[in-house]
């Protein structure tokens, strides 16, 4: 079953139910063939949802790396996926970035204005998440970390003024449906298709993001 947001058409976000983390880590690695990892979980203690890492005050609970060694956990393999998630049912789903995508940040706001614009341009798009600390990610072809910085500037802006950030080797995404503690959790903006498996450049789709920040700021 899938539930949407109300909004415009380019903001509709299905959210998938009835579906396990364990299924949905191995589809992701099985389906689309990105690399993923068992990260931290939420625990009831005293009636609320803590982070398994035991940090009280954790800023990510339940959805950041559980081991400093994520970057050699991560696998591609449908069946080892499988095997992680039997152990820990209920972590969190982390897909490491600068392999098969790096992804673009940008808050919520400027992320719905450039969806509409991206429309209105025809662009095509692959996978984008929309976060419960209201930001999205743009998945993009990888090598985006490098890039960004001069596009950014070409287009007359400067990285450091906009709230846009790139994840890229050494960084991670947390995907759906990943809970943040008790702000919800990670939702399709754009979900993954047939039709966006091949993943644009960030080239294509940094204009509309850069203006979009641009406004939001």
């Known amino acids: 079953m899938e539930e949407t947001i109300a909004g415009t058409e380019a903001a509709q976000i299905p959210k998938q139910r009835g579906e396990s983390l364990l299924e949905t880590a191995v589809r992701y690695a099985e389906e689309r063939h990105w690399d993923v990892f068992p990260g931290t979980w939420l625990e009831a203690v005293d009636g609320a949802q803590r982070c398994s890492c035991g940090d009280a005050a954790c800023p990510a609970p339940g959805s950041h790396p559980a081991r400093p ?9 449908a069946t080892v996926a499988r095997r992680m998630w039997q152990k820990q049912p209920t972590a969190s789903i ?4 600068g392999r098969t995508f790096d992804a673009i940040s940008v808050p919520e706001t400027a992320g719905f204005l450039a969806l509409a614009r991206m429309e209105r341009m025809e662009l095509t798009l692959g996978p984008v998440t ?11 072809l990888p090598g985006a970390s490098v890039k960004v910085p001069d596009l950014v500037r070409k287009l007359g802006w400067s990285l450091a003024s906009l709230d846009l950030t790139v994840l890229g080797e050494g960084a991670y995404v947390a995907a759906p449906p990943t809970r943040f ?7 399709w903006a754009c979900r993954p298709t047939p039709a966006n498996r091949w993943l644009p450049d960030a ?4 204009s509309p993001l850069a203006y979009a920040c641009g406004r939001d700021r």
């Open 181 to 187: 503690g008790s702000r919800g959790a990670v939702q």
């Open 94 to 97: 982390l897909l490491p970035t």
């Open 69 to 77: 060694d994520w970057a050699t956990q991560a696998t591609g393999s």
């Open 130 to 140: 929309l976060t419960p600390d209201r930001r999205m990610e743009f998945f993009v």
């Open 203 to 206: 080239e294509e789709l940094i």
